[in-house]
């Protein structure tokens, strides 16, 4: 595992609850290395999201421990960005679409000039740089998600980090986001962690997918991804190995459930 | 279809959309005809009503306003309402200042938030008017005393909003300042403040009354100037007209007031109204 970027080693976490602790993740091991797209899918109530929260350094882990770049993680990581679900709520809603992408480059103190550059590519590469002058709410939820995703990118982070991305957006917006999603690891070389609950999406996106099952959640299976790049909305997703890999995870999750 | 068939359809389609263009308009503008023209009607039946006026309470509008111009255009002006207006100013600005940042700290900074909520809540109980002879009877009459009473009873309003604003700051925009790793002063400046933006001026607006109210009444509590002084000062002489040159003065005033803050508000809150049109709207 020398050359991972992320490690996540017997991550477990548990909540203190009135009626005593919680265990929410029993035992998470994985790893990602620079430049590969890893998918984690599991059932839903499984905590996927609570997964997350621990390797961005919100939330502190009860045992185990997660790397990045050989660091330990402790708070939220300089070289990490994260992509929430809830687009509508991450944005702020009083800042317009280039001072919200702005924002995290503030403190960073950099030449006018790659602020600037930063910005205006990053806007480019979601194709919203028309709409720097608009704010959030007047912006449909793709549109929004784009933004969400242009802010992370401007912080050029080594690792992305997306929670259930395209969610909530329709299913047009979503194949074309998915598309951006390889375009950015392509063209910036950036690491992408995507937690979802859309096997499709993860089998067309992931190098490798990461299988949750149990509760508390442990990972029961890593999937390698072999399909070829580049990969293609139409091609890729009605090879027969795109539905036989689908259906491989689609049982593993169904069989990680009982 | 045939291409006249079609036309005939487009002039139609056009001439319902104008028609309803015209409608539109027809009712902005009726609206703002009310809007002018009821406060100019009142001031007519008033003044025509109180044309010939015998009763000494209720003289003419038109001798309150030939009052009104002596009183206040301009013999009386610097000497009475400058000084009511500055003191107002002052007052109203530190306890907005005073309020958000003291509204900040105990919502952010100060954790025994419990220990010092019932001591607000039960200082903000006592109407502000009633804490002015205790001011009064401890300090005097100074001018400095009267901007510190209205500043103390214009303090709660805001101060007590902002806290609840600044706490009712959306987790999910906390989280992404932790994950872009905000400093606590960008934290500040671009989360909680706008955050709590909206009940900010909420509270600052019933400040402003309740400053306003304060005002008047310190100057009269034993004042020898001010607008409330004076009003006290003719109301207690018997000079009808004098009183109500005065609050003829004080209702203009209230209004022009209120007009600038909402001129302020609407600027700074502009975000705000045009995301609650956009989630009413889905």
């Given at each position: 595992m020398a050359d991972s970027q992320l490690i996540i080693d017997h991550l477990s976490k548990s909540y203190a609850t009135r009626t005593g602790s919680v265990q929410v993740i029993a035992d998470l091991t994985f790893d990602v290395k620079a430049g590969e797209v890893v998918s984690i899918v599991g059932p839903?109530?499984?905590?996927?999201?609570?997964?997350?929260?621990?390797?961005?350094?919100?939330?502190?882990?009860t045992s185990g421990s997660a790397k990045i770049n050989g660091r330990e993680i402790e708070g939220p990581p300089p070289e990490m960005a994260l992509v929430f679900q809830e687009y509508t709520r991450s944005l702020m809603p009083w800042l317009n679409v280039e001072k919200n992408v702005r924002l995290p480059l503030r403190h960073m103190h950099l030449p006018k000039d790659e602020a600037e550059q930063r910005?205006?590519?990053?806007?480019?590469?979601?194709?919203?740089?028309?709409?720097?002058?608009?704010?959030?709410?007047?912006?449909?939820?793709?549109?929004?998600?784009?933004?969400?995703?242009?802010?992370?990118?401007?912080?050029?982070?080594?690792?992305?980090?997306?929670?259930?991305?395209f969610a909530?957006?329709?299913a047009q917006t979503r194949f074309e986001l998915e598309d951006l999603c390889l375009q950015i690891r392509d063209s910036l070389g950036m690491t992408i962690v995507i937690v979802t609950h859309d096997i499709d999406e993860a089998v067309y996106l992931s190098n490798r997918v990461v299988v949750l099952g149990?509760?508390?959640?442990?990972?029961?299976?890593?999937?390698?991804?072999?399909?070829?790049?580049?990969?293609?909305?139409?091609?890729?997703?009605?090879?027969?190995?795109?539905?036989?890999t689908r259906t491989s995870i689609l049982e593993l999750i169904k069989n990680g459930k009982q | 279809m045939n291409e006249a068939a079609v036309n005939t359809t487009m002039n139609a389609n056009d001439e319902l959309a104008l028609s309803r263009k015209r409608r539109v308009r027809a009712r902005r503008i009726a609206l703002r005809v009310l809007e002018i023209g009821t406060p100019i009607a009142a001031l007519a039946a008033w003044w025509f009503g109180s044309q010939n006026s015998q009763n000494p309470f209720f003289p003419s509008l038109r001798e309150i306003l030939i009052e009104f111009r002596k009183l206040w255009l301009f013999d009386k002006f610097g000497s009475d309402v400058i000084p009511s207006i500055v003191n107002f100013s002052i007052a109203y600005i530190i306890a907005c200042v005073v309020g958000i940042a003291l509204g900040i700290l105990l919502a952010l900074?100060?954790?025994?938030?419990?220990?010092?909520?019932?001591?607000?809540q039960f200082i903000r109980s006592i109407?502000?008017?009633?804490?002015?002879?205790?001011?009064?009877?401890?300090?005097g009459f100074g001018n400095g005393v009267r901007v510190f009473a209205i500043a103390l009873s214009?303090?709660?309003?805001?101060?007590?909003?902002?806290?609840?604003?600044?706490?009712?700051?959306?987790?999910?925009?906390?989280?992404?300042?932790?994950?872009?790793?905000?400093?606590?002063?960008?934290?500040?400046?671009?989360?909680?403040?706008?955050?709590?933006?909206?009940?900010?001026?909420?509270?600052?607006?019933?400040?402003?009354?309740?400053?306003?109210?304060?005002?008047?009444?310190?100057?009269?509590?034993?004042?020898?100037?001010?607008?409330?002084?004076?009003?006290?000062?003719?109301q207690k002489s018997f000079d009808a007209k004098g009183m109500w040159a005065g609050i003829l003065l004080l209702g203009i005033l209230g209004y022009l007031v209120n007009l600038l803050f909402t001129l302020v508000q609407n600027r700074v809150l502009s975000w705000y109204r045009g995301a609650q049109q956009s989630e009413s709207a889905e």
């Amino acid at each position: 595992m020398a050359d991972s970027q992320l490690i996540i080693d017997h991550l477990s976490k548990s909540y203190a609850t009135r009626t005593g602790s919680v265990q929410v993740i029993a035992d998470l091991t994985f790893d990602v290395k620079a430049g590969e797209v890893v998918s984690i899918v599991g059932p839903s109530g499984i905590g996927k999201t609570t997964l997350l929260k621990c390797p961005t350094g919100l939330q502190p882990m009860t045992s185990g421990s997660a790397k990045i770049n050989g660091r330990e993680i402790e708070g939220p990581p300089p070289e990490m960005a994260l992509v929430f679900q809830e687009y509508t709520r991450s944005l702020m809603p009083w800042l317009n679409v280039e001072k919200n992408v702005r924002l995290p480059l503030r403190h960073m103190h950099l030449p006018k000039d790659e602020a600037e550059q930063r910005i205006h590519s990053a806007l480019d590469s979601v194709g919203m740089h028309n709409a720097s002058e608009k704010y959030p709410w007047q912006l449909s939820g793709g549109m929004q998600q784009r933004v969400a995703i242009a802010r992370a990118l401007a912080f050029r982070p080594d690792v992305l980090i997306m929670d259930e991305p395209f969610a909530s957006v329709d299913a047009q917006t979503r194949f074309e986001l998915e598309d951006l999603c390889l375009q950015i690891r392509d063209s910036l070389g950036m690491t992408i962690v995507i937690v979802t609950h859309d096997i499709d999406e993860a089998v067309y996106l992931s190098n490798r997918v990461v299988v949750l099952g149990q509760k508390p959640a442990i990972v029961t299976s890593i999937l390698d991804i072999d399909l070829p790049v580049p990969r293609d909305q139409i091609t890729t997703r009605s090879r027969a190995d795109f539905a036989q890999t689908r259906t491989s995870i689609l049982e593993l999750i169904k069989n990680g459930k009982q | 279809m045939n291409e006249a068939a079609v036309n005939t359809t487009m002039n139609a389609n056009d001439e319902l959309a104008l028609s309803r263009k015209r409608r539109v308009r027809a009712r902005r503008i009726a609206l703002r005809v009310l809007e002018i023209g009821t406060p100019i009607a009142a001031l007519a039946a008033w003044w025509f009503g109180s044309q010939n006026s015998q009763n000494p309470f209720f003289p003419s509008l038109r001798e309150i306003l030939i009052e009104f111009r002596k009183l206040w255009l301009f013999d009386k002006f610097g000497s009475d309402v400058i000084p009511s207006i500055v003191n107002f100013s002052i007052a109203y600005i530190i306890a907005c200042v005073v309020g958000i940042a003291l509204g900040i700290l105990l919502a952010l900074v100060w954790p025994p938030h419990a220990m010092l909520d019932p001591v607000l809540q039960f200082i903000r109980s006592i109407p502000a008017v009633a804490l002015l002879p205790i001011f009064v009877a401890l300090f005097g009459f100074g001018n400095g005393v009267r901007v510190f009473a209205i500043a103390l009873s214009a303090l709660f309003p805001v101060l007590i909003s902002t806290v609840d604003g600044a706490r009712g700051t959306e987790p999910l925009l906390l989280e992404t300042a932790r994950v872009y790793r905000l400093t606590p002063w960008e934290r500040l400046r671009w989360v909680y403040l706008p955050a709590a933006s909206p009940q900010i001026f909420s509270g600052a607006v019933v400040s402003l009354q309740v400053a306003f109210i304060v005002m008047i009444t310190s100057e009269m509590l034993g004042s020898a100037h001010g607008i409330g002084a004076l009003t006290m000062l003719a109301q207690k002489s018997f000079d009808a007209k004098g009183m109500w040159a005065g609050i003829l003065l004080l209702g203009i005033l209230g209004y022009l007031v209120n007009l600038l803050f909402t001129l302020v508000q609407n600027r700074v809150l502009s975000w705000y109204r045009g995301a609650q049109q956009s989630e009413s709207a889905e």
